[in-house]
């Protein structure tokens, strides 16, 4: 099991640095199937709604709210939109302190 810290770390240098499975784990000094199951855990099961809300923002609004997030539909690639949830993901790996 690794910490929620090596989490975000692994994902952040697989999906924003993108460095291999391989230099990851010698760099972190853990094993490169510690480093797949960081980067595979949650992945599908997140990666379409926020898709969608990314590309069609005022599909979905919660009640009560303004649709006032423009859409990214045509302006930004397929790979930007793969890096934009693989940060978002990764904020929920953090532990959250108020100030």
Request: glycine content about 4%.
């Amino acid at each position: 099991m690794i910490s929620p810290e090596t989490r975000v770390q692994i994902r952040r240098y697989y999906y924003a640095e993108h460095w291999k499975v391989g230099t990851i784990a010698s760099e972190l000094g853990v094993h490169p199937d510690a480093v797949r199951n960081a980067i595979e855990s949650n992945r599908f099961a997140t990666a379409r709604p926020l898709r969608d809300s990314i590309l069609d923002p005022a599909a979905q609004v919660a009640a009560g709210y303004q649709p006032i997030m423009p859409s990214f539909a045509g302006l930004v690639s397929e790979e930007q939109i793969l890096d934009l949830i693989a940060y978002i993901e990764s904020l929920a790996d953090r532990e959250v302190r108020a100030p």
